[in-house]
C-alpha cells in the first residue's frame, strides 16, 4: 500500500506537442560539412508539464501549446537563417539581408537550440499559465536529434 502511494506521488503527467519549420543555420568550428550555410525541415517537439490538472483533467489545451509555443517558433524562425552572434559573417550578411536573419547567443547547433527553448522562450511564453516547458527535442532530420529537459 505504501509503495502504491509513493509511485502515484512521484508520478508526472505531460503533454507533447510537435511543429515544422524550415530555417538556415550554420555551426562555427564545425569539421565538416555543417560549416556552411545550409538548411533544416526542424521538427520541435514540446513536452510541458503542470502542477496539477485543470478542471476538464488536462495539463494544458492542446491548443493553447500551439499558440504559445509552436506560432512562436513559425512566426520568429521560420524561413529565416539562424547564426550566432559571434559568427564572423554575421556582419557581412547583417548588411545584406538584415531581415532574414535570427542572431542568437549561441552557437547554433541542435543542443543549444532546445536548451534554448527550454531555458528562456518556454518561460517567457508560458508565463502566467501554470505550466512549464519540461523538454524540447529538435529535430534536424528524422533520424538526428538533441533533446534539453528540465530534471
Ligand atoms: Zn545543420
Not at 545550409?38 to 495539463?59: I, S
Not at 547564426?83 to 545584406?96: A, C, G, M, R
Not at 528562456?120 to 534536424?140: A, F
Amino acid at each position: 500500500m505504501e509503495e502504491q502511494k509513493r509511485s502515484i506521488v512521484n508520478a508526472q503527467v505531460s503533454v507533447e506537442r510537435f511543429h515544422d519549420i524550415s530555417m538556415g543555420h550554420r555551426v562555427v568550428g564545425h569539421e565538416g560539412k555543417c560549416k556552411h550555410l545550409h538548411g533544416h525541415n526542424y521538427r520541435f517537439h514540446f513536452v510541458c508539464v503542470g502542477e496539477q490538472l485543470d478542471k476538464l483533467g488536462r495539463v494544458i489545451d492542446f491548443g493553447a501549446i500551439k499558440e504559445y509555443l509552436c506560432l512562436w517558433i513559425e512566426e520568429h524562425w521560420d524561413h529565416k537563417m539562424m547564426l550566432w552572434e559571434q559568427d564572423p559573417i554575421l556582419h557581412d550578411l547583417s548588411q545584406l539581408l538584415p531581415e532574414d536573419l535570427v542572431v542568437v547567443p549561441f552557437n547554433p547547433t541542435a543542443e543549444e537550440i532546445a536548451r534554448y527553448m527550454v531555458e528562456v522562450i518556454g518561460p517567457m511564453q508560458l508565463r502566467g499559465t501554470g505550466i512549464k516547458l519540461k523538454s524540447c527535442q529538435v529535430e534536424e532530420t528524422s533520424k538526428c536529434s538533441a533533446t534539453y529537459s528540465l530534471l
